[in-house]
T-cell receptor
Framework: NAGVMQNPRHLVRRRGQEARLRCSPM?????VYWYRQLPEEGLKFMVY????????ESGMPKERFSAEFPKEGPSILRIQQVVRGDSAAYFC???????????????FGPGTRLTVT | AQSVAQPEDQVNVAEGNPLTVKCTYS??????LFWYVQYPNRGLQFLLK??????LVKGSYGFEAEFNKSQTSFHLKKPSALVSDSALYFC????????????FGKGTKLSVIP
């Protein structure tokens, strides 16, 4: 059973470019979360999505950041007009559907390390 | 708002000795508590969780954690440390009140010395 997949693993963008980060949840999981980890920091919640719905985006910056989880395909975290401060590791996690005993367990992907030059 | 504190940035322990990594939390309502481990340039691996029931929970790789409601703590423990346990450990909390976001501590770097 494949785990959470993220790609690319490393992404380099120049200031002003767009970054697209992809996440495929574990098989059978219908909930996706995005977190950001700055150097020497813990993970900070960004957004929680189910298929075709954003459930909680309270951790998302107001501008330049967006996320989606379409009916088909991976979840995408999109950062427009990147700045140096966006350099971080971005982690995706997934969890099983509501009603399962493991509902509160989140399983993390390997992360995408974004470097803005 | 929920928060997690890991008071030690680094913990050093000799191989074979018991280890403890501390975590305290603040949350309104009943806490759902988690420990994750992160190896260099890797994602987080789930170790164990406390949702309800026994205060002592056992997890992967011989780790366990004790939930103490009066002290609002959830310390991670292992009776005998291995060099391969050296990694970054994160404690996390969820209020269980509908939003499923996890709030993480800043992490504790564990070094097990041979």
């Amino acid at each position: 059973n494949a785990g959470v997949m993220q790609n690319p693993r490393h992404l380099v963008r120049r200031r002003g470019q767009e970054a697209r980060l992809r996440c495929s949840p574990m098989k059978g999981h219908s909930h996706v979360y995005w977190y950001r980890q700055l150097p020497e920091e813990g993970l900070k919640f960004m957004v929680y999505l189910q298929k075709e719905n954003i459930i909680d985006e309270s951790g998302m910056p107001k501008e330049r950041f967006s996320a989606e989880f379409p009916k088909e395909g991976p979840s995408i975290l999109r950062i427009q007009q990147v700045v140096r401060g966006d350099s971080a590791a971005y982690f995706c996690a997934s969890s099983p559907p509501i009603g399962t005993g493991s509902r509160y367990e989140q399983y993390f992907g390997p992360g995408t390390r974004l470097t803005v030059t | 708002a929920q928060s997690v504190a890991q008071p030690e940035d680094q913990v050093n322990v000799a191989e074979g000795n018991p280890l403890t990594v501390k975590c305290t939390y603040s949350v309104s309502g009943n806490p759902y508590l988690f420990w994750y481990v992160q190896y260099p340039n890797r994602g987080l691996q789930f170790l164990l969780k406390y949702i309800t029931g026994d205060n002592l929970v056992k997890g992967s790789y011989g780790f366990e954690a004790e939930f103490n409601k009066s002290q609002t703590s959830f310390h991670l423990k292992k009776p005998s440390a291995l060099v391969s346990d050296s990694a970054l450990y994160f404690c996390a909390v969820n209020s269980g009140a509908g939003s499923y976001q996890l709030t993480f501590g800043k992490g504790t770097k564990l070094s097990v010395i041979p």
